[in-house]
């Protein structure tokens, strides 16, 4: 269902945004490093930011999801394997962290004993929540009580919820405008105007309390993710220079300090990442068809350093831990992607004939 004219080679061998997701996700592990190792904002928002490196990432994370999972409704067969995409990309890799995180870096951290930790509620709600994902939970009872950062076992998750937000919403706008062509037409001209509601609610104080109808966290990030769909949807129109792109970027950096940095930034990183993403740099080329860990370093650099944490602070520095949690996660990242999440996603069609089938032999009896 053609909707706009390709300029840029979307397959997963013709860009950078496997490499690009990689190096986000090491950088969230970096910026964790400070807080979780010696209690300590990292350097970015020490010297003056609203928010810190990894936040940033995340930002540009939101990003990329928003030109690919954008995408991925616009050419999906229908809602079903738009849906089950979309599952089986983020569910199994979260159940298999979550059964990890409550049965064995659990058992080993809590302070209470075997018993007692396993007929704790929360024990169990958390292996629930935390592998649906829309409703995390970050304590486990016992665990971590005492580390230099308390309590959280996987902090890294709060953004998944955010993201699983965006899949819905933008789901629904997309499939909704291919019931018709001549809406399908338009769509381009929709996701821009939510764009720019999105960027004005971003930057401007929220209207409702935060936590009534529309958190400020959903604006925050997003936002991001509106400023992605709106470079897939006009990507026929809008220039691509990387020196640019960094150039902008680093100059919006410099209005630290200042109310402009959130308005410039938001404008430069989405551009920056649109960029950096399509770049046909030699060496850039060079790393493409790596294997995509970026979501397991994601969700495992968090408990990792944590563990870590609590071994290791008292007896080494900062740089010590962060390289050590950097090789672990990316071990236990590259096993991830290879024992679970590759297989998972190697199974979309089985999924989806197996749910459409289940559909076709339960309606008629919902309607008898």
Same mark, same amino acid.
């Given at each position: 269902?053609?909707?706009?004219?390709?300029?840029?080679?979307?397959?997963?061998?013709?860009?950078?945004?496997?490499?690009?997701?990689?190096?986000?996700?090491?950088?969230?592990?970096?910026?964790?490093?400070?807080?979780?190792?010696?209690?300590?904002?990292?350097?970015?928002?020490?010297?003056?930011?609203?928010?810190?490196?990894?936040?940033?990432?995340?930002?540009?994370?939101?990003?990329?999801?928003?030109?690919?999972?954008?995408?991925?409704?616009?050419?999906?067969?229908?809602?079903?394997?738009?849906?089950?995409?979309?599952?089986?990309?983020?569910?199994?890799?979260?159940?298999?962290?979550?059964?990890?995180?409550?049965?064995?870096?659990?058992?080993?951290?809590?302070?209470?004993?075997?018993?007692?930790?396993?007929?704790?509620?929360?024990?169990?709600?958390?292996?629930?929540?935390?592998?649906?994902?829309?409703?995390?939970?970050?304590?486990?009872?016992?665990?971590?009580?005492?580390?230099?950062?308390?309590?959280?076992?996987?902090?890294?998750?709060?953004?998944?919820?955010?993201?699983?937000?965006?899949?819905?919403?933008?789901?629904?706008?997309?499939?909704?405008?291919?019931?018709?062509?001549?809406?399908?037409?338009?769509?381009?001209?929709?996701?821009? /105007? $939510? *764009?720019?509601?999105?960027? %004005?609610?971003?930057?401007? =104080?929220? @209207?409702? !309390?935060?936590?009534? +109808? &529309?958190?400020?966290?959903?604006?925050?990030?997003?936002?991001?993710?509106?400023?992605?769909?709106?470079?897939?949807?006009?990507?026929?129109?809008?220039?691509?220079?990387?020196?640019?792109?960094? /150039? $902008? *970027?680093?100059?919006?950096? %410099?209005?630290?300090?200042? =109310?402009? @940095?959130? !308005?410039?930034?938001? +404008? &430069?990183?989405?551009?920056?990442?649109?960029?950096?993403?399509?770049?046909?740099?030699?060496?850039?080329?060079?790393?493409?068809?790596?294997?995509?860990?970026?979501?397991?370093?994601?969700?495992?650099?968090?408990?990792?350093?944590?563990?870590?944490?609590?071994?290791?602070?008292?007896?080494?520095?900062?740089?010590? +831990? &962060?390289?050590?949690?950097?090789?672990?996660?990316?071990?236990?990242?590259?096993?991830?992607?290879?024992?679970?999440?590759?297989?998972?996603?190697?199974?979309?069609?089985?999924?989806?004939?197996?749910?459409?089938?289940?559909?076709?032999?339960?309606?008629?009896?919902?309607?008898?």
């Amino acid at each position: 269902m053609p909707l706009f004219a390709h300029k840029n080679d979307w397959s997963q061998a013709g860009n950078n945004f496997d490499f690009l997701r990689l190096v986000l996700a090491s950088l969230v592990i970096v910026s964790h490093a400070y807080p979780l190792f010696i209690g300590a904002a990292d350097p970015w928002q020490a010297h003056g930011s609203p928010f810190n490196i990894g936040q940033m990432c995340v930002m540009a994370f939101f990003a990329i999801s928003g030109m690919l999972v954008t995408r991925s409704a616009i050419l999906s067969r229908s809602v079903l394997s738009y849906i089950v995409s979309r599952v089986m990309r983020l569910l199994p890799g979260a159940f298999v962290c979550a059964l990890l995180m409550t049965f064995a870096l659990g058992l080993v951290f809590t302070t209470l004993g075997i018993y007692e930790y396993l007929t704790d509620g929360s024990v169990w709600s958390f292996l629930r929540r935390n592998t649906m994902l829309m409703s995390i939970q970050y304590d486990l009872p016992g665990v971590f009580k005492d580390n230099v950062y308390p309590g959280a076992v996987n902090g890294s998750l709060w953004s998944l919820r955010v993201e699983i937000r965006m899949y819905m919403l933008f789901g629904v706008i997309v499939f909704l405008a291919r019931l018709r062509p001549e809406w399908m037409r338009h769509l381009k001209y929709l996701l821009l /105007v $939510l *764009f720019v509601v999105a960027y %004005f609610g971003a930057i401007l =104080p929220p @209207l409702l !309390p935060e936590g009534v +109808l &529309t958190p400020k966290t959903n604006w925050i990030y997003g936002y991001y993710f509106a400023a992605g769909a709106v470079l897939l949807c006009w990507e026929h129109v809008i220039p691509r220079n990387l020196i640019v792109a960094v /150039v $902008l *970027f680093i100059a919006s950096l %410099f209005t630290v300090n200042t =109310p402009f @940095l959130d !308005p410039a930034m938001r +404008l &430069t990183l989405p551009y920056l990442v649109y960029c950096f993403a399509f770049s046909q740099a030699t060496a850039l080329k060079r790393l493409r068809g790596a294997p995509d860990i970026s979501y397991g370093i994601y969700i495992y650099g968090f408990p990792v350093q944590q563990s870590l944490s609590a071994l290791f602070a008292d007896r080494f520095g900062l740089l010590p +831990l &962060t390289t050590a949690s950097l090789a672990i996660t990316v071990v236990l990242a590259s096993l991830s992607w290879k024992l679970v999440e590759k297989p998972a996603l190697t199974r979309k069609r089985a999924v989806e004939d197996a749910m459409a089938g289940l559909y076709r032999r339960v309606v008629p009896v919902a309607g008898a």
